[in-house]
């Protein structure tokens, strides 16, 4: 099952032109609330110059990079969770991806309109919060009432999911976000099952002008302060002009653009690679003169769920798995270099991938 982000915000603020950007799919980006009525999911190239590198050693006939899926969500205003504008809508597409990528508006331009009539993006954030943390009072509380129901047969289980959802209820209430509680093992498995829209982990994107990328403005300064304590990334991109770069075809045009913005790589990248990361996955390589590919696993996997990526038949039928660190690869240049200053791992079943990891999986069916 795939996992998704999702690029959430107010209504003109620039979520599809970012979408555009990063899936370069062509989403309807209008100077008008609600120009996105039903989400649109893209499929993007995850950027990573290990994949390049390796490229360049083995001299593949393909090239292959991973990729992840994000969902361009309608816009949400004051209301959402009572059901204003498209607020039912939006509330239940959030409610289905995985991670969240939250664009704020931070720029001046009076021929775009603003659904509040000003730009703030720390009132604009703080909408959306509350919306969210209402939306996920009336769930915790149509669970408490089943919860509290289950704790009659006097399980300790039962009673501690009571006082778990008691204290998420709350903390809600004194407008703390799901992911910003500090939960046990328990409370957190409590709150994924009730899919709290604010326990999704979430990364900001400020959405500014031209001149503004590389340094911020008086806008981006404000919100950087303003989520100062919540440990979450903070990308500033400027979404028309990546969208003019998207459509590029030429990859030295491409570079031309973006360093005359003073960045080293298109802005789009960042938020990429943020989103993989919330999502908590990893990329691991098969390099062989047929392909050299990227593959993603969650953090976590062992090597059979791994080699279950490509196939099922080989996560069925796994019996081991040859692995070489990416540093080793690229500094002795070939696997046979590899295997001769006996730096190629011979891992089993319970071997947990690394980030970078190059394999090559036996099996027998």
Not at 76 to 91: C, P, R
Not at 222 to 232: G, H, L, S
Request: proline content about 3%; glycine content about 8%; some cysteine.
């Amino acid at each position: 099952m795939p996992l998704y982000a999702g690029i959430v915000g107010l209504p003109n603020v620039g979520k599809s032109t970012l979408f555009n950007a990063l899936t370069n799919a062509k989403a309807l980006a209008a100077n008008y609330p609600f120009a996105t009525k039903e989400p649109n999911v893209g499929v993007i190239t995850v950027p990573d110059n290990r994949l390049t590198e390796l490229s360049k050693l083995v001299n593949p006939q393909k090239v292959q990079p991973t990729t992840v899926e994000i969902v361009d969500i309608a816009g949400l205003i004051k209301g959402a969770s009572k059901g204003e504008g498209l607020g039912n809508q939006f509330l239940a597409n959030i409610r289905e991806v995985d991670a969240i990528a939250h664009v704020v508006r931070c720029f001046d331009n009076d021929n775009v309109v603003h659904v509040d009539g000003s730009v703030d993006p720390v009132r604009d954030k703080e909408i959306i919060d509350t919306e969210l943390i209402l939306k996920d009072l009336e769930t915790v509380e149509k669970r408490l009432e089943k919860l509290k129901k289950q704790a009659k047969t006097g399980k300790p289980a039962d009673k501690k999911n009571v006082e778990i959802a008691e204290s998420v209820y709350k903390s809600l209430e004194q407008g703390i976000s799901a992911r910003a509680m500090d939960l046990d093992d328990d409370g957190k498995d409590l709150v994924k099952e009730m899919m709290l829209l604010t326990g999704k982990p979430i990364l900001y994107v400020c959405n500014v002008d031209e001149n503004s990328v590389k340094d911020g403005n008086a806008h981006t300064a404000r919100f950087k302060e303003c989520v100062k304590d919540e440990e979450a990334e903070v990308i500033l991109i400027c979404a028309s002009i990546e969208e003019e770069i998207a459509q590029l075809e030429d990859y030295e045009e491409k570079m031309m653009f973006v360093e005359e913005m003073g960045l080293t790589e298109p802005g789009v990248n960042r938020v990429i690679v943020g989103c993989y990361s919330l999502l908590n996955l990893i990329t691991y390589f098969t390099a062989g003169e047929k392909e050299v590919r990227a593959w993603t696993v969650k953090v976590g996997s062992t090597a059979p769920q791994a080699a279950g990526v490509i196939h099922t038949d080989f996560e069925k039928g796994f019996i081991r798995a040859e692995v070489i660190k990416y540093d080793d690869y690229v500094s002795l240049g070939s696997e046979a270099k590899v295997k001769e200053a006996g730096k190629l791992g011979v891992e089993g079943k319970s071997y947990i991938v690394q980030d970078g990891d190059i394999m090559h999986f036996l099996f027998n069916v």
